[in-house]
């Protein structure tokens, strides 16, 4: 995605009890409709309380438990590996789930600072980025997978425990509070969050929001997110889930001033991928 700037569109629903013009009620807060695809790995359909501009306003969300899975940031540049479509990331690398590894420049490095083990992805860190995607600890005390905050945790001493450690943009911080500005600008979104269990949430919407009233829209929702972080926007915006079960891909389109429409039916080629992967005594 263009890094250029985020979104906003008003949508308000009244009921009016009396009167001559009564509008119509607002949509009520999802249910919890969980379809346990295996120990650990869930799937959920959402419809947004608020609806987008175009598409089905559905929000997908791949419920992960750490206890069973593991994730990983897999770069295409330090594999030496071209660009791949999220479903070919799956295939090739036997994942169980994939989701956009952030926003990436022009030679595939993630926009922010990045490192998985000893290998620097991106060295520069982005002082707006407040979100860090650690997984993979050397001490069992700490979560496998969270999402450090500047204003709850000392990043700096806590990732030096983590193998992996990917900087973005913070969508929900640390006390549960929507961090985005509003702006005019919508479009489909990637995203990542932490459940108050400590699952990892990957969350796609094809509809477009802007990144606010998107954020608004996951609140209200029976998702139990305590943490979140921006991935992806417009038609590169992918996620894929391959199990037994189920064989899915959610691509992304609608972005503004790029790609304002809801056409894009093919997932876009990408550098970085977050991939999941069951652990190994939980192989089948």
């Not at 009396?18 to 009620?25: H, Q």
């Not at 945790?153 to 640390?174: F, G, N, P, W």
């Not at 990637?190 to 949430?201: E, Q, S, T």
């Amino acid at each position: 995605m263009r890094w250029n700037g985020l979104a906003l569109i008003a949508a308000c629903a009244a009921f009016v009890q009396s009167g001559p013009l009564a509008l119509a009620e607002p949509a009520p807060v999802a249910q919890a409709e969980w379809q346990a695809l295996e120990p650990g790995l869930d799937l959920g359909e959402f419809k947004a309380p608020s609806p987008a501009i175009a598409g089905d306003s559905t929000i997908t969300v791949v419920r992960i438990e750490p206890a069973h899975f593991k994730l990983d940031v897999l770069s295409g540049r330090a594999m030496n590996l071209p660009r791949l479509t999220i479903d070919a990331w799956t295939n090739q690398q036997q994942l169980v789930a994939a989701i956009n590894a952030g926003m990436f420049e022009p030679d595939g490095r993630p926009t922010g600072y990045s490192r998985v083990g000893s290998v620097t992805l991106n060295p520069n860190r982005k002082p707006r980025y407040e979100a860090f995607l650690a997984l993979d600890p050397d001490d069992p005390k700490l979560p496998a997978a969270t999402i450090l905050d500047p204003e709850c945790d000392d990043v700096k001493a806590l990732e030096t425990h983590y193998r992996v450690v990917l900087q973005s943009i913070r969508m929900i911080d640390c006390k549960g509070v929507n961090r985005w500005q509003k702006s005019p600008r919508i479009w489909s979104t990637a995203a990542l969050a932490i459940d108050d269990h400590g699952r990892v949430l990957l969350i796609h919407a094809r509809s477009p929001w802007n990144v606010h009233d998107f954020i608004e829209n996951l609140l209200k929702l029976p998702l139990g997110i305590r943490r979140a972080m921006y991935l992806e926007g417009g038609p590169e915006a992918s996620l894929s889930l391959q199990t037994q079960s189920l064989s899915s891909i959610r691509t992304g389109s609608y972005e503004t001033d790029f790609n304002e429409n809801d056409a894009n039916a093919s997932p876009w080629p990408l550098p970085n991928v977050i991939g999941v992967r069951r652990l190994v005594r939980n192989a089948q």
